[in-house]
């Protein structure tokens, strides 16, 4: 390694270690910055002062950037409009009979909303809250109840419009169409879905307390079917944003715009209360504003890793080893399990992409199956203790104990890492749909 490497590395593991230590994020990456930034110019001010001078200008300036808050507002407002109760009620209509039925449409609606929210937490909040007094009145075990939960607003993540994806296109060094990143999600979305509905009835057959059994009240075809009118505001919104984004009529940045106005419309048809619209803007701006610091300070740290060529020395000691990718991807996988104790996904997403993404692209993965797979993987750290981000969402908001939720998010967790294992072996998976509508990927 060059010397510029070896301090990008000792400067890395510093930041690591400030960040287990409990100092924030961003805060952490601020000041990793301005060490290599002053270190690695011979101890000149020069290079810091520019940097940290004009870098956070031009971010805060940049017009993509602008698409966060618009699809973090899609996300708010289409829990307050009953977008996500409407799909869990169609879901429940139609699952809600057999074994597992609860936790099947609790998978489904999570699947289905992630078409609109674009954002795990929104998931884990309205599902916990629409579907746990129910799973328990039904004799459903709490424990795994509430690890399906938490777990099955990681489809979020990979259903189109998926934030994660987006940011990651952004911040990535190798340029990608935003909307076919998102259109490689939608398989890699489904086929999770379906192998958590294996594990609930693994889940089942091991446990059979667990799981009560099915029936109830059969619901007529033709109460079914009407239900299904209840996704049409999903199915509108996901064809205006990704329809329109794929298709090139305008970018992801304006198609975050278009369903931010169109979703503010149909809370006006429905009459929502100007007051909730408003604390629904209130929440968008104030989680961007969570975001955006993290954002500002992940920027100059990676500026400065990029500068000190840590990630291409990197790609080039593991190239000598000759090791095989699927291993190197392994110990990227362990990388994201260790990161996800103590940070949440923007963070995983903003320190780790500058590293591993060369490292990775350079053993032979595609960008577009780096950006599902390793998405995907920082919404699965978000489910390990001590801070998984989506457990303690999910606590927050029903009030209970996180440890509960640790418990039964097990299996779930080992569910989603096994599908990660697959897309990694088999990454046509998740090229196929693009390659279908003639993306070039």
């Known amino acids: 390694m060059t010397q510029s490497a070896v301090i990008g590395l000792i400067v890395f593991v510093i930041m690591m270690i ?54 973090m507002l899609v996300g ?9 109760s409407g799909a869990f009620k169609s879901m429940h ?15 489904a609606a999570n699947a289905v909303f992630g078409a609109c929210s674009g954002s795990s937490v929104a998931g884990n909040i ?43 296109c952004m911040i990535s060094p190798i340029t990608m169409s935003v909307g076919t990143a998102l ?13 958590l509905c294996v594990t609930i009835r693994i889940i089942g057959r091991i446990h059979p307390d667990a799981i009560p059994p099915g029936g109830g009240e059969k619901v007529p075809m033709k109460e079914k079917l009407k239900t299904l009118t209840l996704l049409i505001p999903i199915i509108c919104l996901f064809g205006l944003i990704i329809g329109g984004t794929f298709a090139g009529w305008f970018t ?21 209360p100007l007051k909730h619209i408003w604390k629904c803007i209130w929440e968008a701006a104030t989680m961007e504003a969570g975001v955006f610091p993290i954002i500002i300070s992940g920027q100059l740290f990676g500026s400065f890793i990029a500068m000190t060529g840590l990630a291409s020395q990197l790609a080039k000691l593991i190239a000598t080893v000759n090791a095989p990718r699927f291993f190197i991807f392994m110990l990227v996988v362990v990388l994201y399990i260790f990161c996800g104790c103590v940070m949440d996904i923007v963070s995983i997403i903003i320190i780790t992409v500058p590293v591993v993404f060369p490292v990775l692209n350079a053993v032979g993965y595609s960008p577009y199956v780096l950006v599902i797979t390793l998405c995907f993987m920082c919404e699965i750290a978000g489910l390990t203790p001590p801070i998984g981000m989506n457990v303690f969402a999910t606590s927050n908001a029903l009030r209970i104990n996180p440890s509960e939720i640790f418990k039964g998010v097990i299996p779930y967790f080992i569910c989603e890492v096994a599908v990660v294992m697959f ?19």
């Not at 139609?94 to 609790?106: A, E, M």
């Not at 398989?187 to 999770?192: A, C, Q």
């Not at 992801?252 to 929502?272: H, I, P």
């Open 126 to 168: 309205v599902f916990g809250k629409l579907s746990l007094p129910e799973l328990e009145e039904k004799g459903y075990s709490k424990k795994y109840s509430l690890g399906c939960i938490a777990a099955s607003g990681a489809l979020s993540t990979l259903i189109p419009p998926s934030m994660a994806i987006i940011m990651y």
């Open 93 to 107: 209509t139609w699952l809600g009979r057999i074994k597992g039925g609860l936790l099947f449409t609790v998978v």
């Open 18 to 71: 400030m960040i287990f230590a409990g100092v924030p994020v961003f805060i952490s990456m601020l000041t990793c910055a301005a060490l290599g930034f002053l270190w690695i110019s011979n101890w000149s001010p020069t290079v810091l002062f520019t940097k940290f001078r004009t870098a956070p200008f031009d971010l805060a300036a940049n017009y993509t950037y602008a698409v966060l808050p618009m699809f």
């Open 183 to 195: 259109m490689c999600g939608v398989i890699p979305g489904l086929l999770v879905a379906f192998m």
């Open 252 to 272: 992801a940045t304006v198609g975050g715009a278009v369903g931010a106005m169109a979703v503010v419309v149909y809370a006006l048809v429905k009459k929502l």
């Open 423 to 441: 897309l990694a072996l088999f990454p046509d998976v998740i090229l196929i749909l693009p390659r279908l509508l003639g993306a070039s990927v």
């Open 76 to 84: 708010s407002l289409a829990g307050d409009t009953g977008i996500a």
